[in-house]
C-alpha cells in the first residue's frame, strides 16, 4: 500500500489507515517505530510462554465476561469461515469448529480458560478474536507486560 505525504499543520506526514492500526493492535497515544525501510508497531518486549498464556487466558476470560457462549460461537465461526476462505489454516481451528458447532458450554469454556496443556495449546489460536476492543485488549497486554 502506498501513503501519500501530506501537510499535517506545519509539517508533513503520513496518515495510515484505520483497519491498519487496528490489525497492528495500536491506536490513539501508541507509538510506531520509523526505519530507513518503513512504518511499524513500536517494538514491545516479549513475553515469555507462561506469560504470553497469562494474557492470552485474561482476553478469553474478558470475553466469557462480556458475551454468551452464543456470541463466542458466532464469531467464533465467523473467523473460522473467513480464515478457510482465506486459505489461512490451521489444525487447531478444525478442533475449535468442532467445539462451537457441539455446542457445550463446559467444553467452549474449558478450551478458552482451562489451565490443561489443550487449553493452552488451543488458545494459542484463538478463534474468537474481534468481541473486545482494541482498547481492551491493548490494555490486557499493558499489563502483561507491567
Same mark, same amino acid.
Given at each position: 500500500?502506498?501513503?501519500?505525504?501530506?501537510?499535517?499543520?506545519?509539517?508533513?506526514?503520513?496518515?495510515?489507515?484505520?483497519?491498519?492500526?487496528?490489525?497492528?493492535g495500536?491506536g490513539?497515544?501508541?507509538?510506531?517505530?520509523?526505519?530507513?525501510?518503513?512504518?511499524?508497531? &513500536? @517494538?514491545?518486549p516479549?513475553?515469555?510462554?507462561?506469560?504470553l498464556?497469562? !494474557?492470552? +487466558?485474561?482476553?478469553?476470560l474478558?470475553?466469557? %465476561?462480556?458475551?454468551t457462549?452464543?456470541e463466542?460461537?458466532?464469531?467464533?465461526m465467523?473467523n473460522?469461515?473467513?480464515w478457510?476462505?482465506q486459505?489461512a489454516?490451521?489444525?487447531?481451528y478444525?478442533?475449535?469448529?468442532a467445539? &462451537? @458447532?457441539r455446542?457445550?458450554?463446559?467444553?467452549?469454556?474449558?478450551?478458552? !480458560?482451562? +489451565?490443561?496443556?489443550?487449553?493452552?495449546?488451543? %488458545?494459542?489460536?484463538m478463534?474468537f478474536?474481534?468481541?473486545?476492543p482494541?482498547?481492551e485488549?491493548?490494555?490486557?497486554?499493558?499489563?502483561?507486560?507491567?
Open positions: 500500500m502506498k501513503l501519500s505525504l501530506r501537510r499535517i499543520g506545519n509539517s508533513l506526514g503520513v496518515i495510515v489507515p484505520k483497519a491498519t492500526l487496528d490489525a497492528w495500536v490513539e497515544g501508541d507509538a510506531l517505530e520509523l526505519t530507513e525501510v518503513g512504518i511499524r508497531p &513500536a @517494538t514491545r516479549s513475553l515469555s510462554h507462561e506469560a498464556d497469562e !494474557l492470552k +487466558r485474561s482476553i478469553a474478558a470475553v466469557v %465476561r462480556q458475551f457462549p452464543r463466542i460461537r458466532a464469531q467464533t465467523a473460522l469461515h473467513r478457510r476462505r486459505g489454516w490451521v489444525s487447531a478444525d478442533e475449535w469448529e467445539i &462451537a @458447532t455446542g457445550d458450554d463446559g467444553e467452549l469454556f474449558a478450551a478458552m !480458560l482451562g +489451565r490443561d496443556d489443550n487449553a493452552v495449546r488451543l %488458545r494459542q489460536s478463534p478474536v474481534g468481541l473486545l482494541q482498547t485488549v491493548r490494555r490486557l497486554r499493558e499489563e502483561a507486560t507491567a
